[in-house]
């Protein structure tokens, strides 16, 4: 509904790949969130996917399946969210450290 309403265009590519930004955001954390965390997990993948794709766009970085928005972006949500929905800091430092190498 993003892509739409901002670029006023549909694509059934962009509408998989929003889908799926949702399912890759909530996986590393789905044995701890409720139901509505995990919509809002949902929500907020496919608006870093959007954002992410845009930006790979303007920065003229090829990237056709739009793979690093989808995976690369979302799993970093997901691992992000993961420590933050388990509620220890250290627990989310961990997180953070781990996406950290996961970016190196």
Same mark, same amino acid.
């Given at each position: 509904m ?13 509408l ?22 995990? +919509?809002?997990?949902g929500? =907020?993948? &496919?608006?870093?996917f959007? *954002?992410?794709?845009?930006?790979l766009?303007? %920065?003229? #970085? ?17 691992? +992000?969210?993961?420590?933050? =929905?388990? &509620?220890?800091?250290?627990? *989310?430092i961990?997180?953070?450290?781990g996406? %950290?190498? #996961?970016?190196?």
């Amino acid at each position: 509904m993003l892509s739409i309403s901002i670029d006023h265009t549909q694509s059934v590519s962009t509408l998989a790949n929003g889908l799926l930004a949702g399912l890759v955001g909530i996986t590393a954390s789905c044995d701890v969130n409720s139901s509505l965390v995990s +919509m809002l997990v949902g929500v =907020v993948s &496919g608006s870093v996917f959007f *954002f992410s794709s845009r930006l790979l766009k303007y %920065l003229h #970085i090829d990237d056709p399946l739009d793979a690093f928005s989808v995976h690369g972006a979302n799993g970093l949500v997901g691992v +992000m969210v993961s420590g933050l =929905v388990r &509620g220890d800091w250290q627990i *989310f430092i961990g997180c953070c450290i781990g996406a %950290l190498f #996961i970016i190196v």
